[in-house]
């Protein structure tokens, strides 16, 4: 997270080891409500500008779009919430050889 000056600050809660509870707790109410969708208030992947901005400009979602949903997200986390291997985001070099790389989406390499 930042502050209003762009500075990296601590996220609310505190640690790496209390993240990982909330994600877990997540998971687990996901599998109460399998309907449950993970919305993120502060994204900038394809999962939200690919996905759920167009899904839900209108405002729901129709059937199509939340097994669209449930797929993207059964490709990233684990039944446990945990962030499958190979959707970790790597580092990509810039393709023409400058200083300057990305980082990688969900799948891309």
Request: charge should be positive; avoid cysteine.
């Amino acid at each position: 997270m930042a502050d209003r000056d762009h500075r990296a600050r601590r996220p609310p809660g505190g640690s790496l080891v209390a993240a990982v509870g909330r994600r877990r707790r997540g998971a687990g109410l996901k599998r109460l409500l399998p309907g449950l969708h993970l919305l993120v208030g502060h994204d900038h992947t394809d999962y939200q500008w690919k996905k759920l901005v167009p899904y839900l400009s209108k405002g729901w979602l129709d059937e199509a779009e939340r097994r669209d949903l449930s797929r993207y997200e059964s490709e990233l986390f684990a039944s446990d919430g945990t962030l499958r291997a190979e959707a970790l985001p790597r580092f990509l070099p810039d393709a023409a050889g400058g200083p300057v790389g990305t980082v990688s989406e969900a799948g891309e390499r």
